[in-house]
T-cell receptor, first 111, second 116 residues
């Protein structure tokens, strides 16, 4: 059974800092890994998707990497802003089309 | 606008009263799925569908039913709701279920269900 872990569960940083969020998964037989953000009381917004054959994806200040062999993905956020405050979730799409989510990292960026 | 629409957004019901949460997408997506989100447990997949008339269980299917009679719709049915089904429910869709980079999961806004 696939298990997905996100550490830390919560993170507080001053504005302007670069930061890294971590996502670990136990079964490397994945199709893709997707990063989302969720604002309080809201739905999920897709940030980046990395296919199993890729090593990284970039969008603006965000960069996500994938190391299938070690079962890890990281989301790098450059020059953090208060608007980046949210819960960040990673989700692994695995065989038989099932999707497993991590429990998330709650990020607070302090002005 | 490309979107996944869920209804109702909020619902309070009583134990045993059958209910249906609807999900519709306008992107001609083949893959659709349902999730529940609970504090401390995160998002867990309930059911998914690869295409019309093709559905399969996720990790927490007990107490739920689904159907996929049309490509755009994927309703979640609670035949006899119980208090432990009180949760925030999300529907999502993607172009297909494969490994392509085009298979970004798009989520609905969520449906908050309370079972008394």
């Amino acid at each position: 059974k696939q298990e997905v872990t996100q550490i830390p569960a919560a993170l507080s940083v001053p504005e302007g800092e670069n930061l890294v969020l971590n996502c670990s998964f136990t079964d490397s037989a994945i199709y893709n890994l997707q990063w989302f953000r969720q604002d309080p009381g809201k739905g999920l917004t897709s940030l980046l998707l990395i296919q199993s054959s890729q090593r990284e994806q970039t969008s603006g200040r965000l960069n996500a990497s994938l190391d299938k062999s070690s079962g890890r993905s990281t989301l790098y956020i450059a020059a953090s802003q208060p608007g980046d405050s949210a819960t960040y979730l990673c989700a692994v799409r695995r065989r038989y089309q099932k999707v497993t989510f991590g429990t998330g990292t709650k990020l607070q960026v302090i002005p | 606008e490309a979107q996944v629409t869920q209804n109702p957004r909020y619902l309070i019901t009583v134990t045993g009263k059958k209910l249906t949460v609807t999900c519709s997408q306008n992107m001609n997506h083949e893959y659709m799925s349902w999730y529940r989100q609970d504090p401390g447990l995160g998002l867990r997949q309930i059911y998914y569908s690869m295409n019309v008339e093709v559905t399969d269980k996720g990790d927490v299917p007990e107490g739920y039913k689904v159907s996929r009679k049309e490509k755009r719709n994927f309703p979640l049915i609670l035949e006899s709701p119980s208090p432990n089904q009180t949760s925030l429910y999300f529907c999502a869709s993607s172009l297909s279920g494969g490994s392509s980079g085009a298979n970004v999961l798009t989520f609905g806004a969520g449906s908050r269900l309370t079972v008394l």
